[in-house]
């Protein structure tokens, strides 16, 4: 049984498909997706030994070594061209790491696999990696779980390359349009937290009002754009 957060990027893994979930630990994603039979075959890279035994242990336990393999290896160099992966997964991490793996990992991309990318924090990050890199965000989710809001973003390749705006950036674009209670609740927590470095700073000796309006700016912002 998955959490919310990954049956979600689940869901967006396509039947049949070759799929490398990069930083895979328990390889709980690759694993109920082969139980499923949704996948035809998977790599589980794992760049720390403990998580990669762990990943080891579950697909042994579950019989699943004919579909999944575990590799240790630093992000996508788990990915072998013979390995005709189609699907990328990459989840639970920072989102400057998550572009940081794409960005150090170019050489072993196709530019045809999809990419399943869900960020705990800098979703804005992961949005530009795709916008400069020719994918197109085909589809954006948000939910909460145990107290976090995670958000879950889909990049297909397109040879048409799509021009964000800053505002689809930041909240992302299908995010923006479907303002769902659940983004609000996000940007207004971001907005409370604004609130109290803005007061802090104003409390300061020397307060550096150029700062302090940066942040009210963005505080506004978060105000007309999402609430
Ligand atoms: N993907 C799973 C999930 O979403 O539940 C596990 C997330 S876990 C918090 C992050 C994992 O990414 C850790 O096991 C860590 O070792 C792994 N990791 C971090 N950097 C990595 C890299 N450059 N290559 C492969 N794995 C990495």
Redesign the pocket.
Known sequence: HL?N??QT?ADFVRPGARLA??????A??PVHLAKKGVISAAIA????K???H?ALTEIENEQLTAVITARL??????IHLDDNIDTI?????GGT?IT??LE?GKAHLTHHERLIL?P?VGEDNVRRWLQDNSYEIVAERILAEDGHIYEIIVGDPTDTPVIYTAAELKFGPYLLQEKSPVLQQKWRQEQARLDQVIATMKQAKNAPQQKIAAFKQERDQIQEVVL
């Open positions: 959490s957060r990954l990027v979930d990069i930083g895979s630990d328990h709980y994603l890279g794992e760049v720390v403990g998580p990669y762990n290896a630093d992000g996508l160099a788990a997964t990459i989840a639970g991490m790491l940081n793996i150090s869900q705990n």
